[in-house]
């Protein structure tokens, strides 16, 4: 049957019988990429959509192997956050794993309110493309930058949903791996939106471990430092290190030298400065515990961080469904509207972003295989959430 699809494509009436789709869209999330071959898709984009289907309007970010623009489809004027990733700075690291796990982990993302939303991904022979929930509130870093810290409530309040987010992700058994500033956004309204799925390890059952060392550098867990056997506590650490820095305007172990903070994190005692509550004082003794068997989450997970006294104030259905209004606002005028993005970005030419570049195609043509399967279009009720 598979063979008959890849090979053949839909019959002439354009689209398979509603069964045949129902048994792709089924097969899709095991083996990435029957979607793909079938060529259809609830809101028929995907495998045939094409960077020419969208004016790229600006530059909102940018990574280790791409940028990403704000962009508006032509068929339907809605804007989108492009990612767009080089195959050959990908495949010079060998990272094209981390990039089909993120790809994987953004299929599983469609259900939660605080997680970024992958409308489709498709590629040509140089790059890839993630089309995005486009989410212009700004990020956390941006906002901590600006105002160095915040008060208790509305560090609860994004620490919160974060921590709603981190627990979805490990019900997946999915570990994030890089929870830091940068990677929270929030939206319009003034939520957060968790973002940047490159380093996710997926397949984590709650007792299993890993050991790749991977993350950046200030959020880093000890038993990462160590290269020991780690687990899903470390990103109960990580968001141990954001709310800290949260509260006091720094990373918890912060040193300019690289060399001494990655001691500072092993050896060095928390150091919790000023009046904050003894709630607060609390869980970063816990979330930040260096041992982590003794951590807060090691033994529930998610639960105990949701019944920890310092989230007492949180009503987490309300918070789930964002019946809680947004200690912070970031009254953005419509999608137009780049105040809350970095000058560094905006500022910079699109063209030099999307444009085709021959040096590239060669080095990549016979690298096709390496994303056999990116390609994603998704089914209406996959995005009922966003409708």
């Known amino acids: 049957f598979l063979c008959t699809v890849s090979r053949n494509g839909p019959p002439s009436g354009g689209t398979y019988p509603a069964r045949c789709q129902k048994i792709c869209s089924t097969l899709t999330g095991e083996l990435g990429g029957v979607g793909d071959w079938c060529g259809w898709g609830g809101r028929g984009v995907g495998i045939n959509a094409k960077p020419t289907d969208f004016d790229f309007l600006k530059v909102i970010g940018k990574g280790s192997f791409g940028k990403v623009?704000?962009?508006?489809?032509k068929s339907d004027g809605m804007s989108y956050a492009v990612k767009v990733l080089q195959k050959k700075s990908i495949l010079k690291k060998k990272e094209q794993t981390h990039i089909m796990a993120e790809r994987n982990?953004?299929?599983k993302n469609v259900k939660h309110p605080f997680l970024v939303g992958l409308h489709y991904s498709f590629q040509t022979s140089e790059k890839l493309y993630f089309v995005l929930d486009y989410v212009n509130g700004g990020e956390l870093f941006f906002h901590l930058q600006r105002e160095r810290c915040f008060r208790e409530p509305r560090a609860r309040f994004y620490a919160a949903e974060v921590a709603s987010a981190v627990g979805y992700l490990h019900s997946l058994n999915?570990?994030?791996r890089d929870?830091?500033?940068?990677?929270?956004?929030?939206?319009c309204q003034g939520h957060i939106v968790l973002t940047d799925f490159g380093l996710c390890k997926e397949g984590m059952e709650p007792e299993e471990t890993t050991s790749t060392f991977c993350g950046t550098p200030e959020y880093l867990a000890p038993e990462v430092l160590r290269k020991q056997p780690y687990d899903r506590t470390v990103d109960w650490w990580c968001l141990g290190a954001v709310l800290y820095e949260m509260l006091f305007g720094l990373p918890?172990?912060?040193?300019?030298d690289v060399s001494q903070m990655y001691d500072n994190i092993l050896h060095k005692p928390l150091q919790i400065q000023g009046t904050k509550t003894m709630a607060a004082c609390d869980i970063l003794q816990g979330l930040l515990h260096k041992d982590q068997k003794r951590r807060l989450?090691?033994?529930m997970d998610f639960l105990e961080i949701k019944n920890h006294v310092f989230f007492s104030p949180i009503n987490w259905d309300d918070l789930y469904h964002k019946r809680i209004t947004p200690p912070?606002?970031?009254?953005?005028?419509?999608?137009a509207d780049l105040r809350h993005f970095d000058p560094e970005f905006t500022q910079e030419a699109v063209s030099n972003s999307i444009t085709r570049t021959p040096d590239l195609a060669a080095s990549c043509s016979s690298a096709s295989d390496a994303f056999l399967g990116f390609s994603y279009a998704p089914t209406d009720e996959d995005f009922q959430v966003f409708k």
């Open 69 to 73: 623009l704000l962009a508006k489809r």
């Open 179 to 187: 929870l830091k500033p940068e990677n929270i956004l929030l939206d």
């Open 252 to 256: 918890p172990f912060y040193s300019r």
């Open 328 to 335: 912070f606002n970031p009254n953005v005028s419509g999608p």
């Open 297 to 299: 989450g090691a033994k």
């Open 105 to 107: 982990v953004l299929l």
């Open 174 to 176: 999915i570990i994030y």
